[in-house]
C-alpha cells in the first residue's frame, strides 16, 4: 500500500471523532496519539515529522476536544473515551499499536491498557497524569445547572490563553502566535464544548489505584519534565512505583509540554524505547 496521509472525522457510537492517520509503509509499526486536557492533535505538531521516519501515525482528537464532537449526551468518562479510541482503531483495522501519550491522555492511556490487557505493546506517557480522584458530589450537582457551563467559560478566559501556555512550558521564548491560535481556535468555535466540559466534569471517574496499576505489565516508558508545574515530577515518580514494568526519565530545562519544547529529544527516547 502507498503512503498516505488521511484527515477525517469518524462516528464511533454517539460521537464524532476526529483523526488525522499518516501511514507510511505496511512495515512500519502503527504509534496512536492520545493528546492531553484542553488540547487535540495540534499539540503533537511538532513530534509528528519526526515519528514517521520510522512509524506509522494516528493522531485522534479526543472528544470535546480538537475537532470531535461536543455533544452533552456522550459519556466523558476516561474509560469510555478510551473504548471510543480503541472503536476508532477498530474500524481503521488497527490491531498492534503502541501508544504515545500526553498529560490527560496518559490517565485515558491507562484505563485503555487495563480494560483492553494486551491490546496495546507498548506505551509512553509524557507527563501523563494520574491519581485524580472524582470530582465532588457537590460539583457534580451544580454542572446540571445552565449557568455553570457559563462559570466555565469565563474561568478560561479569565486564565487566558498567554497565562495558560506560560505555565506549561519551561522556556516561554518559544510561545508565538501559531501556538496561541492552534491551542485556542477549538474554543473559539460555535460548539458547546463548555457544556460538554460540565458534562466530562460529572462523568470523570477516579484515576487506577496503586493496586490496580500494579497489575500492568505492559511496558510503559515514563517521561518527565524536571520544571513540570502542571504534572509535578512527583506524579511520574509514583508512577513508576506502581507500574512493574516501567521506566522513568527526567528531562532537564523542560516544562509540561514536552512534545513542544523538546520534539527531537523526545522521539530519540520513544524510538529507543519502542526498539527495545
Not at 71 to 96: D, H, P, W
Not at 207 to 221: A, G, K, N, R, V
Request: hydrophobic residues 35%.
Amino acid at each position: 500500500m502507498e503512503s498516505y496521509v488521511k484527515k477525517d472525522i469518524e462516528q464511533i457510537g454517539d460521537i464524532d471523532m476526529y483523526y488525522e492517520h499518516i501511514h507510511v509503509h505496511d512495515s512500519f509499526p502503527t504509534l496512536v496519539l492520545i493528546h492531553g486536557f484542553l488540547s487535540s492533535s495540534f499539540s503533537f505538531r511538532k513530534l509528528i515529522p519526526h515519528l514517521t521516519k520510522d512509524y506509522n501515525v494516528i493522531s485522534i482528537d479526543l472528544p470535546p476536544f480538537g475537532q470531535s464532537g461536543k455533544t452533552n449526551r456522550y459519556t466523558y468518562s476516561f474509560r469510555n473515551i478510551a473504548g471510543s479510541v480503541v472503536q476508532l482503531l477498530e474500524e481503521k483495522n488497527i490491531k498492534k499499536f503502541s501508544i504515545i501519550a500526553h498529560s490527560m491522555g496518559g490517565q485515558v492511556s491507562l484505563q485503555l491498557i487495563k480494560a483492553y490487557p494486551g491490546l496495546v505493546e507498548r506505551a509512553v506517557l509524557l507527563a501523563g497524569s494520574g491519581y485524580e480522584p472524582s470530582f465532588p458530589r457537590k460539583m457534580k450537582m451544580l454542572s446540571y445547572f445552565p449557568f455553570f457551563s457559563f462559570g466555565v467559560k469565563g474561568y478560561l478566559q479569565r486564565s487566558g490563553i498567554e497565562k495558560n501556555l506560560r505555565n506549561v512550558v519551561h522556556n516561554q521564548t518559544m510561545i508565538d502566535d501559531e501556538m496561541r491560535q492552534g491551542y485556542l481556535d477549538p474554543f473559539m468555535k460555535k460548539h458547546d464544548i463548555f457544556r460538554a466540559l460540565g458534562r466530562m466534569l460529572r462523568d470523570k471517574e477516579s484515576d487506577l489505584s496503586s493496586e490496580q496499576l500494579h497489575l500492568i505489565d505492559t511496558p510503559c516508558l515514563l517521561v518527565w519534565g524536571r520544571y513540570d508545574r502542571v504534572v509535578p515530577l512527583d506524579i511520574g515518580r509514583r508512577l513508576h512505583e506502581d507500574l512493574p514494568n516501567s521506566k522513568l526519565i527526567v528531562m532537564e530545562n523542560t516544562g509540561h509540554l514536552l512534545p513542544e519544547e523538546k520534539p527531537e529529544e523526545v522521539y530519540q527516547l520513544i524510538k529507543e524505547f519502542l526498539d527495545e
